[in-house]
């Protein structure tokens, strides 16, 4: 038989009766439906869910760094505050772009290095602080498997 990789990075399998020669295999087009993308605008809302509680944020404005989007927010209970608020992208769309593995590194880094900084005691009006970190709390009803699991929702078990 013959065992090759196709464009889609799946292997094909061909069983050869005949002769073992070199057999030309068909190609297939294989259309993948993209998942609906977080679209976040000024003005929406956005609960976080830690272990202990939830959050919302309002998004305010929407700002990048050249590569990465980030946002400023206001906490649902204290609308005069502001905060950079960082969304990692939904696990269910880590696989296609370098964009969103990135995306989603960076939001671990910037939540890891803060949870040190607060507790090592380091902070000043100068240096930012970690408001809140844990998952989006996606709309309509979570069907998670288990505390760590994922349901089929796009936006279920997104950093934030």
């Given at each position: 038989?013959?065992?090759?990789?196709?464009?889609?990075?799946?292997?094909?399998?061909?069983?050869?009766?005949?002769?073992?020669?070199?057999?030309?295999?068909?190609?297939?087009?294989?259309?993948?439906?993209?998942?609906?993308?977080?679209?976040?605008?000024?003005?929406?809302?956005?609960?976080?869910?830690?272990?202990?509680?939830?959050?919302?944020?309002?998004?305010?404005?929407?700002l990048t760094n050249g590569t990465l989007p980030y946002h400023i927010a206001s906490p649902v209970d204290d609308a005069g505050k502001s905060v950079f608020l960082?969304?990692?992208?939904?696990?269910?769309?880590?696989?296609?772009?370098?964009?969103?593995?990135?995306?989603?590194?960076?939001?671990?880094?910037?939540?890891?290095?803060?949870?040190i900084m607060k507790q090592r005691g380091l902070s000043s009006k100068y240096l930012p602080q970690l408001h809140g970190s844990g998952r989006i709390l996606h709309p309509g009803q979570c069907q998670k498997p288990s505390s760590g699991g994922r349901c089929d929702h796009p936006w279920c078990g997104t950093p934030i």
């Open positions: 038989g013959d065992t090759s990789l196709n464009d889609n990075g799946t292997f094909r399998f061909q069983q050869s009766t005949m002769s073992p020669e070199i057999v030309e295999v068909q190609e297939e087009s294989t259309k993948i439906e993209p998942e609906p993308s977080m679209k976040l605008e000024v003005g929406s809302v956005l609960w976080l869910e830690d272990s202990n509680f939830q959050k919302g944020y309002q998004i305010n404005e929407i960082y969304v990692g992208s939904p696990p269910s769309q880590l696989e296609p772009a370098w964009e969103d593995m990135n995306l989603w590194y960076q939001v671990q880094r910037q939540t890891k290095i803060l949870s």
